[in-house]
């Protein structure tokens, strides 16, 4: 079963509107976890580390103030797309893995299709 | 420069071939990992198979192999006997360094179509 769980799955909202989603590891806790984006026909890209209890680490050219993450717990982790525009329009996963990871692999949500209008 | 190559951006093949997909990587760390994933157009992210740098034997898991060549720096994905099901996108990852949570850098992924 499922060990990572992303909701929702799907979001269709107007511009200007903000947009939170929500990474859950399901039966361990994960001090560390990753948001990715994927646009179509393309790869994931990595947009940052969300790490428990400190400030994320975004990778370069992602924009913090756009992309608010926060990571309150040990099994959630949440990323808040603010004043959504139809360029942030995407899919976005996460993943997280057991610790420690040796050859653990990073476990994905189903992902997030987000469509601004 | 690209950490993770994948030269074939798309594959067909007939159903029950075998089919051979290609990922070469960059690194200079000695410990590191290497992971195959396969995508479906749903877009779960589904883990395949891995390969430490420090295995010794190639990994297998069902009808996945991988052929790790550590000198050349290749981790090509063998599906055997292909199936309608096995249609999807197919993602070669590296993941740099065993000390704590690492990311995972992809390659630019293999549509692969199985026919009938």
């Known amino acids: 079963g499922a060990v990572v769980s992303q909701h929702p799955s799907r979001v269709i909202c107007k511009s200007g509107t903000s947009v939170k989603i929500e990474c859950r590891s399901l039966d361990f806790q994960a001090t560390t976890m990753f948001w990715y984006r994927q646009f179509p026909k393309q790869s994931l890209m990595l947009m940052a580390t969300s790490n428990e209890g400190s400030k994320a680490t975004y990778e370069q050219g992602v924009e913090k103030d756009k992309f608010l993450i926060n990571h309150a717990s040990l099994t959630l982790s949440t990323l808040t797309v603010t004043s959504a525009h139809p360029e942030d329009s995407s899919f976005y996963i996460c993943s997280a893995s057991r610790q420690p990871e040796g050859n653990q692999p990073q476990h994905f949500g189903d992902g997030t299709r987000l469509s601004i209008l | 420069a690209q950490k993770i190559t994948q030269t074939q951006p798309g594959m067909f093949v007939q159903e029950k071939e075998a089919v051979t997909l290609d990922c070469t990587y960059d690194?200079?760390?000695?410990?590191?990992?290497l992971f195959w994933y396969k995508q479906p157009s749903s877009g779960e992210m589904i883990f395949l198979i891995y390969q430490g740098s420090y295995d010794q034997q190639n990994a297998t898991e069902g009808r996945y192999s991988l052929n790790f060549q550590k000198a050349r720096k290749s981790a090509n994905l063998v599906i055997s006997a292909s199936q309608l099901g096995d249609s999807a996108m197919y993602f070669c990852a590296m993941r740099e360094g065993l000390q704590g949570a690492q990311k995972l850098v992809f390659g630019q992924g293999t549509r692969l179509t199985i026919n009938p």
């Open positions: 690194t200079s760390d000695p410990s590191y990992g």
